[in-house]
């Protein structure tokens, strides 16, 4: 009985650190007219929360821009 408690113990407690809040890299490249830019933004979320903030930069009108994460 020990040995289950235990393994759902360590079950719970590898589950619920799969979904910590982490530091993110937010990396955007805009291109305008042929010229590009880059920018950088840390992002300390869960990976889907960081990915969705991460797209939300992303908008810019007119321009090309493309995002990419990448853990810190």
């Known amino acids: 009985m020990k040995k289950v408690t235990f393994i759902a113990i360590a079950a719970f407690f590898t ?15 805009t291109t305008v007219l042929g010229v590009s830019a880059t920018a950088e933004t840390t ?3 869960t990976k889907k929360d960081a990915e969705d903030a991460c797209n ?3 908008t810019a009108g007119g321009a090309t821009t493309s995002c990419e994460i990448s853990k810190k």
Request: proline content about 0%; overall charge positive; charged content about 20%.
């Open 56 to 58: 939300a930069t992303a």
């Open 15 to 29: 589950l619920s650190l799969a979904s910590c809040k982490k530091d993110w890299t937010c990396k955007c490249t």
């Open 43 to 45: 992002i300390n979320a």
